[in-house]
């Protein structure tokens, strides 16, 4: 069973290194436009984007982000941001009193943009595009607040680099279905088995990779990208924010 929006689903790689082609703006204005096609919790549509030109600011963002010069090189850089400001506006407005940012509005915030966020990228590449989420501007949130001119209510998530590849590394295994789907219950008792079997999986693509290569598993891979990723200032910056208050 197989279908050309099928293909392109699972074809998907992150795209770093782009080509010299612009993105015109009416394609640009396009793909935002199939982002606000995903599903919003309510339809608050909790969600807003900043397409980010000038270059020093995206020097600074990549700067913060850990080096990044994706962010500076990419045709487009956005940064997609949780916004309950202007949601709050409406609250108040139809006599609700002002938005004090609960744990219930800041979740579904965060599910719209990254629903929000797969759908625009898989548009993209849909047209021969390609790009890669960039979660390390929240290693210095304050940076990417700063240069945009954030208001209060409006928290910077993660940044998105687009452009029409130059380079796309192969497709990386994911997990098989039967690791990740259980029936009527959660099966605790397979799953240190589960990751021994695709430990196994992912060593035999890293090493497969030519000049790339590396002798590691997911768990070699994923323990230092959690443990060193921990980002501790996040709930406080996001509380200052207006996000996560009960």
Not at 78 to 94: H, M, P
Not at 190 to 203: C, E, F
């Amino acid at each position: 069973m197989t279908n050309a929006t099928l293909d392109l689903i699972q074809s998907h790689v992150s795209v770093r290194d782009f080509t010299g082609q612009p993105v015109d703006l009416e394609t640009l204005h396009r793909l935002i436009a199939c982002g606000q096609s995903a599903a919003t919790s309510s339809f608050i549509q909790a969600y807003s984007i900043v397409r980010v030109t000038d270059l020093a600011k995206r020097a600074a963002i990549a700067a913060a982000a850990g080096g990044q010069q994706w962010v500076i090189a990419a045709p487009e850089f956005l940064v997609l941001c949780a916004d309950l400001n202007r949601l709050n506006i409406a609250t108040e407005k139809a006599g609700q009193g002002a938005l004090d940012g609960q744990t219930e509005h800041s979740i579904a915030a965060v599910i719209d943009v990254a629903l929000m966020a797969q759908n625009m990228l898989l548009a993209a590449e849909s047209l021969g595009m390609g790009g890669v989420f960039i979660g390390g501007i929240r290693n210095d949130p304050a940076v990417t607040i700063d240069q945009l001119q954030l208001p209060h209510r409006v928290m910077p998530l993660f940044g998105l680099c687009l452009g029409y590849p130059a380079h796309k590394n192969p497709v990386k295994p994911r997990m098989p279905v039967t690791h990740v789907l259980h029936t009527d219950s959660f099966d605790a008792s397979r799953v240190a088995g589960d990751v021994d079997d695709y430990d196994a999986v992912l060593n035999e693509y890293y090493q497969s990779r030519g000049a790339g290569s590396k002798n590691a598993n997911w768990s070699d891979s994923v323990a230092p990208a959690l443990q060193g990723k921990k980002r501790q200032h996040m709930l406080s910056v996001m509380t200052a924010r207006g996000f996560f208050n009960a």
